[in-house]
T-cell receptor, first 115, second 108 residues
């Protein structure tokens, strides 16, 4: 069974440009999560989809970030315009259920560098 | 804000035991987790412990939970070079909250 995949694995863009990250969850997983790890610090929650609906987007840093999950399958996270502080590793995770324990399966992450 | 805290680095010799410590913040967290991240890979769930337990053992892994002190530890017995990775502890309340990760280096 394929795991969570993310694309691209690396992205280097200039400040002010736009970048779109993609996450393909494990097939059949209704729950999809985005996280970010900035500069070797803690991994922080960004948002949570249940199917195509945003269950919780309390971790989204500002309105330059837009996440979508049309059709309840893959998800995209767009950063527009990108700022230097957006650099980091963006992880996606998916799970079948959403109650504890959170058995979330993580993708390898997208490393975003904004110069 | 409140943080889940871990030491950033740990170095051990192959065959020794490794102990990675973590302090968490939310006393209402029902589950606490340990994840492992190997280079170029995503986070892999190693183990989790329910908050009403104080110990869980799974092969070479032992998780200890001190709920009074909000302290969680992961002990890896007979540490191998393949255990070299970053280990994240996490707590779950409404959502997951992670520590910054402990980079474990195992020297032959």
């Amino acid at each position: 069974e394929a795991g969570v995949t993310q694309f691209p694995s690396h992205s280097v863009i200039e400040k002010g440009q736009t970048v779109t990250l993609r996450c393909d969850p494990i097939s059949g997983h209704d729950n999809l999560y985005w996280y970010r790890r900035v500069m070797g610090k803690e991994i922080k929650f960004l948002l949570h989809f249940v199917k195509e609906s945003k269950q919780d987007e309390s971790g989204m840093p500002n309105n330059r970030f837009l996440a979508e999950r049309t059709g309840g399958t893959y998800s995209t996270l767009k950063v527009q315009p990108a700022e230097l502080e957006d650099s980091g590793v963006y992880f996606c995770a998916s799970s079948q259920g959403q109650g504890n324990p959170y058995e979330q399966y993580f993708g390898p992450g997208t490393r975003l560098t904004v110069t | 804000g409140e943080d889940v805290e871990q030491s950033l680095f740990l170095s051990v010799r192959e065959g020794d035991s490794s102990v990675i410590n973590c302090t968490y913040t939310d006393s209402s967290s029902t589950y606490l987790y340990w994840y492992k991240q190997e280079p170029g890979a995503g986070l892999q769930l190693l183990t989790y412990i329910f908050s009403n337990m104080d110990m869980k053992q799974d092969q070479r892994l032992t998780v200890l939970l001190n709920k009074k002190d909000k302290h969680l530890s992961l002990r890896i017995a007979d540490t191998q070079t393949g255990d070299s990775a970053i280990y994240f502890c996490a707590e779950s309340g409404d959502d997951m909250r992670f520590g910054a990760g402990t980079r474990l280096t195992v020297k032959p």
